[in-house]
């Protein structure tokens, strides 16, 4: 179990416990904790409906084309966008700290 | 009018299959879906994805599933109505009638919304006055090149629509002047397109404004796009005079109009009794990713079984003097219309 932050559109920081055993993603994090995540595609970076942006100066594995491509078609767009879905709970990114896009 | 049994509306892979399960009942079917195939996000957002929990299938494409699923129904006969959207759903003596946004009626006693994610409409970039310029100079599918014969054309997109519809302008000395504006200076399109999109740049037949968003629209004080605001990472604003205003960033999905039709909405889906799937409107339906449920699971197999408890409750509609009998296909074959 890690420990992950998410800050929602409204500015309020959640504290949420991830599990490391469970091949989960941030987008299904925030999904099981009712956060306003849609992940209309399912995971699948195909919808940018979880985009977030990464705020702390966690090391995430390098973005996949198609993850990039799908950030293309999307909007408010930074440098430190990410998607949720495309980002594994590992023990790695214990302490993650990530905001929701708009 | 389109007279039918029942309207399927949303022809992805539970409409589709519904469309059996009726026919094995002599129910007829006509199925309406804005997008212009059948298929709904299978084609649409992942024809190439293979899927792994269809039973009996240990691996299939998407697309290659949605074929199969046309092909098992084509014994049936259904109707379709593509690339048009329901728009409205109304009640006439026992029957319904189904209004697509082009003006197509459809009647028939009984409705299955099959509708999935909803209505696929194109993503529409964070600008202020958008949507008052919308038919006065900004298009988000280019419908007909000709129209935009001798203008002056924006377009912003990195993707593949947004290269192919540069060269197809370009190419076909269509257009005035065009600029092509992206985010980033990098694209990821088919490599070839984006090797014209760099030659056609580099040849001064186009304008490639990169690390940019248009951000804003003026009028031309007529109502009508008269020239764009493009926002230059390092360099600041830019105004570019057009006359159009193209952003091509793909579709996404929403509700729709059903949101508007009188039924139960919870969580963006419709509420459904799971004892036939129906709607809180009688003889409206609600199947697969569309419908919600305690304990729903929006996977393909689920919608296949929820739409062949419908057709039951629909043919008991239908014929209300009829018994239906479960029969299976082992024993008596498929006999199509």
């Known amino acids: ?102 | 009018m389109i007279e039918t049994d029942i309207i399927v509306i949303g022809a992805g892979p539970v409409g589709l299959f519904t469309v059996f399960e009726a026919g094995l009942l002599k129910l007829r079917c006509h199925l309406i879906d804005s997008l212009p195939v059948p298929g709904g996000q299978l084609i649409e957002i992942y024809p190439k994805k293979p899927i792994y929990d269809i039973p009996g299938f240990p691996i299939v494409n998407a697309g290659e599933l949605v074929d199969n699923l046309m092909k098992q129904i084509e014994v049936f006969k259904p109707g379709f109505t593509l690339g048009e959207t329901a728009l409205t759903l109304d009640e006439v003596e026992n029957h319904f009638i189904v209004t697509t946004n082009k003006g197509m009626k459809h009647k028939a006693p009984t409705v299955i919304i099959a509708g999935g994610l909803g209505v696929f409409e194109p993503r529409k970039p964070p600008i202020e006055n958008l949507d008052k310029f919308e038919d006065k100079g900004v298009e988000y599918i280019v419908r007909d090149p000709e129209f935009y014969r001798n203008k002056r054309v924006v377009i912003s997109g990195g993707g593949d629509s947004a290269l192919d519809w540069t060269i197809y302008l370009i190419e076909n000395k269509i257009v005035k002047s065009l600029a092509l504006v992206h985010r980033r200076t990098s694209f990821r399109g088919h490599l070839d397109s984006v090797q014209k999109v760099m030659d056609m740049a580099n040849a001064g037949a186009i304008e490639l404004i990169t690390e940019s968003e248009v951000v804003g629209i003026n009028s031309n004080g007529n109502g009508h796009v008269g020239s764009v605001v493009i926002k230059h990472a390092n360099l600041g604003d830019i105004v570019k005079e057009a006359d159009h205003f193209v952003p091509l960033f793909g579709l996404t999905p929403s509700l729709g109009p059903l949101a508007d039709w009188n039924l139960e909405i919870e969580k963006n889906a419709v509420k459904v009794n799971t004892l036939d799937y129906s709607t809180n409107r009688k003889g409206v339906f609600a199947v697969g990713d569309i419908n919600t449920y305690p304990g729903k699971l929006k996977l393909i197999l689920c919608g296949f079984h929820e739409g062949t408890l419908a057709v039951q409750s629909a043919f008991a509609k239908i014929h209300p003097n009829k018994k239906n009998v479960l029969k299976y296909t082992t024993v008596n074959g498929v006999s199509g219309f």
């Open chain 1, 1 to 102: 179990m890690i420990k992950v932050t998410v800050i929602d559109r409204d500015g309020k920081t959640h504290l949420l416990d991830a599990p490391t055993d469970m091949n989960m993603n941030m987008m299904e994090v925030c999904k099981a904790h009712e956060l306003p995540v849609e992940g209309t595609c399912g995971g699948m970076a195909l919808c940018a409906s979880c985009q977030m942006y990464l705020e702390s100066d966690t090391a995430l594995p390098e973005q996949s084309d198609a993850e990039l491509a799908m950030l293309d078609q999307a909007f408010h767009v930074k440098d430190n966008s990410r998607l949720g879905c495309q980002i594994r709970i590992r023990e790695e990114i214990d302490g993650i700290v990530v905001r929701l896009a708009p």
